[in-house]
């Protein structure tokens, strides 16, 4: 059974424990304004456990300890959540927002670590990654959370949402800097499409819906799957109370995205919008590839290519395109630049649905065009790579990118620090075990550790 299932092979499958190794060994030199954690979350189903679809299998968030050029501590530990001991997520009072497999990110916010999953509460973690339980924002979280919130880089807020198959189908919510949810606001006019992620620029907050949309006949477990029937559109809604009231829905050409890379207003207001979408056949290949049906493509994000949407609010137009031919996914940036144009972003490279091309993480420069790919050899998988500042930092791109490697051939994992500027490796840490392939991260430093304020 295993053997049919993608998810559970190769550089996807689980380790059967939880361990804690210290005193890394390094090579090359550690900066050492990196002192925190890196943290990586995944879908790592217990031994003897096959679930029906990647995203079904339980969270495990993996945790790298640097301490001022060392390389202290790795664990790995399950999120220990109602379902990874086998609690349903639908009851018959309706579903149980606790009863998560909180695999696929993990944050900081307000000095709490949150392990994610969009259809459920957020699950609070200590700095060793024990679970601490499920978290609700002290009771005003009433319905589910999304994997994908964005905290502002000016004020510090979190923005997020929750997206549901039924109305209200879509709830948005900001906490404060301290933790507390202080609005909250059903948007009018959205659908029962999937909404994995959203965007946030300086004066907005920008939906996207795409043709993936709930499907009460699909039974992998995720009762979504494409629809022709479903409008494609994006939504644009003013920051701040009453901006629900605003809302404005605007037509786009079919497709899906999952991750966002950045969106920003530029000079003549119109907001523009970019990340790595799927046409019917490139999200056919993928979800067959999640879900583990014969016809499927080699890897679970095939022909997902880079597009922009530039929105004019002025005349309700919106002109897009595909900005890059290389397949393409998990987007990240210096987070610093959230909300605002940046020059520079990161992602990692797949081989196409015919296998061609290789695993590499990927820098592209939006204002020359430029592409320039760091490879990371054959039989190698990087992780999303995660931007860290650099101390002293003047440049958008000073800094590193962090990324931990599955490596086959030699059954082991390092994490990799590279120069975010020239995409030269300048330390590997060799990790006690391969570390299954997984889907988001953070990095939190040790300032960011003292808890919420009072």
Same mark, same amino acid.
């Given at each position: 059974?295993?053997?049919?299932?993608?998810?559970? $092979?190769?550089?996807? $499958? *689980?380790?059967?424990?939880?361990?804690?190794?210290?005193?890394?060994?390094? /090579?090359?030199?550690?900066?050492?304004?990196? $002192?925190?954690?890196?943290?990586?979350?995944?879908?790592? *189903?217990?031994? &003897?456990?096959?679930?029906?679809?990647?995203?079904?299998?339980?969270?495990?968030?993996h945790g790298i300890r640097l301490r001022e050029g060392r390389a202290e501590w790795y664990r790995n530990r399950w999120v220990h959540t109602p379902a990874l001991d086998g609690a349903p997520y639908m009851t018959e009072k309706g579903p149980d927002f606790t009863a998560s497999p909180a695999g696929t990110h993990i944050i900081e916010h307000a000095g709490r670590l949150l392990a994610l999953c969009e259809a459920n509460f957020p699950f609070e973690l200590t700095p060793e990654l024990e679970t601490v339980g499920a978290y609700d924002f002290d009771g005003k979280l009433r319905g589910?959370?999304?994997?994908?919130?964005?905290?502002? #880089?000016?004020?510090? /807020? =979190?923005?997020?949402? &929750?997206?549901?198959?039924? *109305?209200?189908?879509?709830?948005?919510?900001?906490?404060?800097?301290?933790?507390?949810?202080?609005?909250?606001?059903?948007? *009018?006019?959205?659908?029962?499409? =999937?909404?994995?992620?959203? @965007?946030?620029?300086?004066?907005?907050?920008?939906?996207?819906?795409?043709?993936?949309?709930?499907d009460p006949t699909e039974h992998s477990g995720i009762p979504y799957g494409w629809s022709d029937a479903q409008p494609a559109r994006i939504g644009v809604m003013p920051r701040g109370a009453g901006g629900e009231r605003q809302v404005r829905w605007f037509s786009i050409e079919p497709g899906n995205m999952l991750h966002v890379s950045n969106a920003y207003e530029d000079g003549q207001g119109r907001i523009v919008l970019e990340g790595p979408t799927v046409d019917r056949e490139g999200f056919r =290949?993928?979800?067959?590839?999640?879900? &583990? @049906? #014969?016809?499927?493509?080699?890897?679970?994000? $095939?022909?997902?290519?880079?597009?922009?949407?530039?929105?004019?609010?002025?005349? &309700?137009?919106?002109? /897009?395109?595909?900005?890059?031919?290389?397949?393409?996914?998990f987007p990240t940036l210096n987070e610093n630049y959230l909300g605002a144009e940046n020059r520079y972003q990161y992602a990692v490279s797949f081989p196409d649905e015919k296998g061609f091309g290789g695993y590499g993480v990927v820098?592209?420069?939006?204002?020359?065009? @430029?592409?320039?790919?760091?490879?990371?050899?054959?039989?190698?998988? #990087?992780?999303?790579?995660?931007?860290v500042p650099a101390a002293g930092a003047t440049g958008e791109d000073d800094g590193y990118l962090l990324t931990v490697v599955s490596d086959l051939k030699q059954n082991a994992s390092q994490l990799l620090v590279i120069d975010a500027s020239g995409l030269d490796r300048i330390a590997t840490v060799h990790l006690p075990r391969r570390v299954t392939a997984g889907i988001h991260g953070s990095w939190v430093p040790d300032t960011d550790l003292n808890g919420p304020t009072a």
């Open positions: 059974m295993t053997a049919d299932k993608p998810y559970l $092979t190769g550089h996807y $499958t *689980p380790v059967a424990d939880e361990v804690t190794a210290t005193e890394l060994t390094v /090579e090359g030199t550690l900066p050492p304004e990196l $002192t925190g954690r890196l943290l990586r979350n995944g879908h790592n *189903p217990k031994p &003897g456990v096959t679930p029906t679809h990647w995203f079904k299998g339980s969270g495990m968030v589910m959370m999304t994997a994908h919130p964005k905290e502002d #880089p000016v004020t510090g /807020e =979190l923005h997020f949402f &929750g997206s549901s198959p039924f *109305p209200p189908f879509l709830t948005y919510h900001v906490a404060d800097a301290k933790g507390r949810i202080v609005h909250s606001a059903e948007v *009018p006019g959205a659908t029962a499409s =999937l909404k994995h992620d959203f @965007a946030i620029t300086r004066r907005h907050v920008v939906f996207v819906e795409g043709n993936v949309t709930f =290949l993928s979800w067959n590839w999640w879900i &583990g @049906a #014969p016809d499927r493509g080699t890897e679970p994000n $095939t022909r997902s290519y880079t597009r922009r949407w530039v929105i004019d609010l002025a005349t &309700g137009t919106v002109d /897009e395109q595909i900005i890059d031919d290389l397949a393409v996914e820098k592209y420069d939006r204002t020359t065009g @430029a592409r320039r790919i760091h490879q990371v050899g054959d039989a190698r998988l #990087p992780s999303e790579a995660v931007f």
